[in-house]
Nanobody, 128 residues
């Protein structure tokens, strides 16, 4: 099963940038069909932010379009989320997730419960 480790979170002022990384440590990373970034604030469920399928297709939620960009290395061992023009509303715990079982149908379905592997989370705090 794919194991994930996130890094890159921190505290920034509004308008600043951060780049999150998610490293895959399992030999099963080669079969990952969809990877995504989710975020969560206390008292709310996890919100899907950006996704990339194994064929390179991407999807972004409306609130981050034009500001965030998802990408991954050619060997698909590391996932990235470049976050620009950060807003206080972006403050959350950010998680990466991997679907290596195919339940998301190559990111066509993006419900959190379909993703089998999750990272531990990295905190992003944006001050105004």
């Amino acid at each position: 099963q794919v194991q994930l480790v996130e890094s890159g979170g921190g505290s920034v002022q509004a308008g600043g940038s951060l780049r999150l990384s998610c490293a895959s440590s399992s030999g099963y990373s080669y079969r990952t069909m969809c990877m995504g970034w989710f975020r969560q604030v206390p008292g709310k469920g996890r919100e899907g932010i950006a996704f990339i399928a194994s064929d390179g297709r991407t999807w972004y939620t409306d609130s981050v379009k034009g500001r965030f960009a998802i990408s991954q290395d050619n060997d698909k061992k590391t996932l990235y989320l470049q976050m620009n023009n950060l807003k206080p509303e972006d403050t959350a715990m950010y998680y990466c997730a991997a679907d290596w079982e195919g339940r998301s149908n190559y990111c066509y379905i993006r419900d959190p419960w379909l993703f089998a592997s999750w990272g531990q989370g990295t905190q992003v705090t944006v001050s105004s």
